[in-house]
């Protein structure tokens, strides 16, 4: 029996620069950054207080009492999944055959520090009892499989900043090994809060452009100083083709291989020969049976810290060879900021509307690129992708040494 | 002084709307929490907890799963703030 094919069907997402699929993909093609000054109280006290935040707020668009059980990571996962499951054209599946892959980078890390205080402040009567299902980072996806009542598994893999990737990747292969026929995957992420971002900038992570919120996030450019913080994320319908054929569902492309490694180098830092990305590339192309010649277009992890950004360029360039002069790499972190856990997805999503619309989305704010770059980066406006059967990648990295590349095709 | 039925009700009536978004105007003394106000037994700790602080009354965790209706709850605060 040949191999199960997955494709996606359906598309969701919230973003610090649209509310839905559709607003977030012009605002990219238009160099929009959704990168702000924190207005909040907190955000006085803290040494970075530039961020993303999500451009539509949950409370837009969701009931009060529906939000007060619900973290904000998991009012993310929600929000972008009905959109996802409608834009899907909400297909009648039967429940053993669904299931749902939602990653987080860290959870609900703003529900327990909350609730920390109020157990200092008020006293333990006081801690709400939604806690626990609040802040366990498996609530996105528990939430969004229990709206669908999915039965085939709920899941939820942690990776730090690849999640959102490891997350689709899962759910692929949950396709494929037939435990089902439909899965809601993708990756969320809400930690705008001074405590986890006081951490990130403890570690000189974050860029402290503060006089320049919009110019802060600036992959491959010579004065790139950190990454900036973003919420909110991204969903996509994984749907076996014969399945999605079957239902005369409307397919936007496969999702063809993806490439798992892990560095063995640091906890933080990235290993600067590349090795486990060029690798992770390697083992990407071969399960999707694609050749470094296939692919036009990469979403770059390229999250504009000073090392990560050249040790992964290299990397490219190493795996892809002379192949890598025809492939356009954007780093849309230039204008999301870094969604953590919703990173891998929100990428994933835009990766899928660049090749319905053949469109390379920009990266904004290269003012000088760096010198140590050699590969094609997208500046400031879009690029045509070429006609034909043309294939993408998704490079996302994760803390703790994790490497996930996803490669997507169109069909 | 012992509080009135009236305005434990009208209390209830407050904390629940807060808690599941019923409108208080639905609310009586003869609906149940769980089958008819959408009140699971997490939210139900959340009422009681709120029932406790604005009415200055003590519910042992004993007592909650004996709080059927909304009228077993107004019934039990107003006899314990006598």
Known sequence: ??????????????????????????????????????????????????????????????????????????????????????DAGSPEVELERLGVVIASGIGGVTTLLDQYDVLKEKGARFVSPHTVPMLMPNGPAANVGLELKARAG????????ASGAEAIGYAMEMIRNNRADIIVTGGVEAALHALP????????????????????????????????????????VLEEYEHAKARGAKIYAEIAGQGLTSDGYHIAAPDPEGNGVRQAIAFALSDAGLTTRDIVHLNAHATSTPAGDVAEANALRTALGKDADHVAVSATKSMTGHLLGGAGAVESVFIVKALQDRMAPPTINIHNLDPAVTIDVVRDKPRALPAGDIAALNDSFGFGGHNVVLAFRTL | MALTQEAVLAGIKEIVEEVAGIPAASIEMNKNFTDDLDVDSLSMVEVVVAAEERFGVKIPDDQVSELATVGDAVNFIVKASA
């Open chain 1, 197 to 236: 971002m006081s951490a990130f900038a403890a570690m000189k992570a974050l860029s402290t452009r503060m006089d320049d919120p919009a110019g802060a996030s600036r992959p491959y450019d010579v004065d790139r100083d950190g990454f900036v913080l973003g919420e909110g994320g991204g969903i996509l």
């Open chain 1, 1 to 86: 029996m040949s191999r199960r094919r997955v494709v996606v069907t359906g598309l969701g997402a919230t973003t610090p620069i649209g509310g839905d699929v559709a607003s977030s993909w012009s605002a990219l093609l238009a160099g929009t950054s959704g990168v702000r000054t924190l207005t909040e109280e907190w955000a006085k006290d803290i040494p970075v207080s530039i961020a993303g935040r999500v451009l539509v707020d949950p409370s837009e668009v969701m009931e009060r009492v529906e939000m007060r059980r619900l973290d904000r990571s998991e009012q993310f996962a929600m929000i972008a999944s009905r959109e996802a499951w409608k």
């Open chain 1, 154 to 161: 709920v899941h939820t893999p942690v990776s730090a900043c």
